[in-house]
Each structure stands twice: as C-alpha cells, then as structure tokens.
Antibody, heavy 119, light 107 residues
Framework: AVQVVESGGGLVQPKESLKISCAAS????????MYWVRQAPGKGLEWVAR??????????YYADSVKGRFTISRDDSKSMVYLQMDNLKTEDTAMYYC??????????WGQGVMVTVSS | DIQMTQSPSSLPASLGDRVTITCRPS??????IRWFQQKPGKSPRLMIY???NLANGVPSRFSGSRSGSDYSLTINRLESEDMAIYYC?????????FGSGTKLEIK
C-alpha cells in the first residue's frame, strides 16, 4: 500500500529555519514527481514546491510566496523528500502536505505536518 | 498566474440530491484540471483527473465534465460520506492553482 509520511514540524520563531521531511513507500519513488502543498488554518490549499525526477534533472519549481526562502530536495536512495524553509514568516504557518504525482500532480498525499511560526 | 474561480463557496444539500460544483479558469487549461475532496481533519483525496476521469476507488456517483470554459464536478444521489470541502486544481501551467473550495453540507 502507498504510504506518505511527513515529519519534522513544530513551532519556530520568525526568521528562523526548519526542515521538514517526507518518507514514501508503496510506489516507485524515483519515477514520481514530488510536491509540497500547504494549508493555513481554516484556509484553502496552496501549492508550494515541486521536484521532478532524475531524467528531468531534478528540476524544481516554487510558488512566488516561498521562492528564495524554501528549497525542495529529494533522495531517491531513501525514498525521501525534504523542504528546507529559511527566513520563516508568520504567514508560513500551515499544515504542510507531501504529495506524489505519477500521471499528474497530487496522486498520493501524506497526513500532513504542522508548522507554526510565532514569536 | 491562472485563477480558478470556484462556485458556490457553500452548498447546502439533502441526502439523495444531485449537486454540481463549477470552476472557471482565467485562461485555457485544456483537460488539465483535477478535483479533490477534503474531509475535516483529513488530507485531500484525488477524485477526478483529466477533467472527466474517475480516480481509483472513487464511487461512480461522482463525475467530471467540461462545457466551454467551465469545468464541473457532479455528485449524484448524495450520501452522508460526501459531506466535505471540494477543490479544483489547474495543472496546465505553473504556478499550480487551486479553486477556493466548496463546502458541501447537509441542509
């Protein structure tokens, strides 16, 4: 069965950094594009970042709201994807979901990890 | 950026009803639209891909369609387990953008 499990969330202060992780199993990880999507409390869904596969040179894409501050990466040998978040702002407070895409974005979702940015 | 205008934002309905949720993109997206269901405290779930295709395990009472520049998600014979928030997503171009969501609730 497909499993996507996020970890590493927590409470941080503004301008601090945090790295969240995602472990995937049950599908051929190296063939899947990986994404992060976030949802602020009581709000809708917002796409954050995408990383493509090795044949696509691990190309990355970011929402304008996080470009220059967040970095997505992956380790195919461990079936892991990461989101390094620097210079965090209060508006980054959200549930962060790791998702995998084969035929298109967001085929499989994790349960989410909460990131709270507050002083 | 492509804006996805989703309506209605709230949809009271009765069990057994047929309901329709609509998204209109700000520019052409072809068939690159997906629909997701999110229940309270849960992760979103893919329901429809390629505008009209049912994702694995999704009941056949769900369907997706396109009419001109409008895309719709229809649920026939509404059941209690269908009460959730539904989002459309365009993936024709980056940034990927979601609709603002439709909360389907029991009347």
């Amino acid at each position: 069965a497909v499993q996507v499990v996020e970890s590493g969330g927590g409470l941080v202060q503004p301008k601090e950094s945090l790295k969240i992780s995602c472990a995937a199993s049950g599908f051929t990880f190296s063939n899947a594009a990986m994404y992060w999507v976030r949802q602020a409390p009581g709000k809708g869904l917002e796409w954050v970042a995408r990383i493509r596969t090795k044949p696509k040179k691990y190309a990355t894409y970011y929402a304008d709201s996080v470009k220059g501050r967040f970095t997505i990466s992956r380790d195919d040998s461990k079936s892991m994807v990461y989101l390094q978040m620097d210079n965090l702002k209060t508006e980054d407070t959200a549930m962060y979901y790791c998702t995998a895409g084969y035929s298109g974005p967001f085929d499989y979702w994790g349960q989410g990890v909460m990131v709270t940015v507050s002083s | 950026d492509i804006q996805m205008t989703q309506s209605p934002s709230s949809l009271p309905a009765s069990l057994g009803d047929r309901v329709t949720i609509t998204c209109r993109p700000s520019q052409d997206i072809g068939i690159y639209i997906r629909w997701f269901q999110q229940k309270p405290g849960k992760s979103p779930r893919l329901m429809i891909y390629g505008a009209t295709n049912l994702a694995n395990g999704v009941p056949s009472r769900f369907s997706g369609s396109r009419s001109g520049s409008d895309y719709s998600l229809t649920i026939n014979r509404l059941e209690s387990e269908d009460m959730a928030i539904y989002y459309c997503l365009q993936h024709n171009d980056y940034p990927l953008t979601f609709g603002s969501g439709t909360k389907l609730e029991i009347k």
